[in-house]
């Protein structure tokens, strides 16, 4: 399979924390085979049953299951090959018929020969994507005419600031970088803080328009784009819990959207 030397040095920092996410991220109410999708990724989704679904950058399956058990037919990917052991081993403990490949997103063909009804991704993926326009590109060719393609994301302003910083958002980082971040130091894994990571990684800044503009190019029409103040996890070490999974800047801050949700339509040709 294809992979760049950085996407190798991300592969292994994914195989390193699947183990630990899959103790951390609260699966109880997966296997008691209810949906572990939030309530904004399940209203804008709508009725599922019977579609067939891609989820790209499954991780350990936790979504890709929670699709199914929403009625969905899917196959989940990611280039992790310890997350897709773990997400095969959580299917089959839920007796969930869903499909899990090994394989790098940029390169679908390498794995898939097939096109969906609907293509999803979900929470903190676009950062570990080198190459925005090839990303959209494999969503384009891989989603049918009359296809929808869903995201939902964390916005691209707010990776702008200090994640560590303690004194509000302080501006660290260029929103129009193009080149890779590269991140050597220990640092708390975002679902286990008592788990520190020892493996590098490299991430992309991509901006909203860079987004969009890619998925346009691939055909694919916008139907919506929702900004959101509030986050799925602690973004800076100063946001409140605002209750269901959610945290949001303190009352006395400007408000600025943390996540974003994107519904887009393949053209029929």
């Not at 049953?49 to 969905?72: E, F, M, N, P, V």
């Not at 803080?193 to 860079?210: A, F, H, I, K, R």
């Not at 346009?216 to 973004?235: K, N, P, R, V, W």
């Amino acid at each position: 399979m294809t992979y760049t030397p950085e996407e190798l040095v991300n592969r292994k920092k994914w195989d390193d924390v699947a183990p630990v996410h899959l103790r951390s991220y609260g699966l109880e109410q997966l296997r008691r085979g209810h949906s572990m999708l939030g309530e904004i990724e399940r209203r804008e989704l709508g009725d599922i049953t019977g579609k067939s679904i891609l989820h790209l950058q499954c991780h350990i399956g936790h979504d890709t299951l929670s699709l199914a058990l929403a009625g969905g037919r899917v196959t989940g990917v990611d280039f992790s090959e310890q997350s897709i052991d773990i997400a095969r081993e959580l299917a089959d403990e839920l007796q969930l018929d869903v499909r899990f490949l090994v394989g790098n997103v940029l390169h679908l063909d390498e794995v898939l020969d097939e096109h969906f009804d609907l293509i999803f991704t979900s929470n903190g993926v676009l950062c570990w994507i080198r190459d925005i326009e090839l990303w959209a590109k494999g969503i384009g060719d891989h989603l049918r005419d009359g296809g929808t393609f869903y995201i939902y994301e964390y916005h691209p302003f707010a990776y702008v600031f200090d994640e560590e910083s303690e004194n509000g958002l302080m501006p660290k980082y260029d929103y129009f970088l193009k080149q890779p971040l590269y991140f050597d130091d220990e640092y708390a894994d975002y679902a286990d803080s008592t788990y520190l990571s020892q493996n590098p990684t490299y991430e992309w800044m991509w901006s909203v328009g860079d987004i969009q503009n890619a998925l346009i190019a691939q055909g694919l029409e916008i139907e919506f784009f929702h900004e959101y103040q509030s986050a799925t996890f602690q973004m800076y070490p100063f946001l409140e819990d605002a209750g269901a999974g959610h945290w949001q800047l303190p009352s006395h801050m400007p408000a600025i959207p943390l996540m974003f949700s994107l519904k887009a339509t393949k053209r029929q040709t």
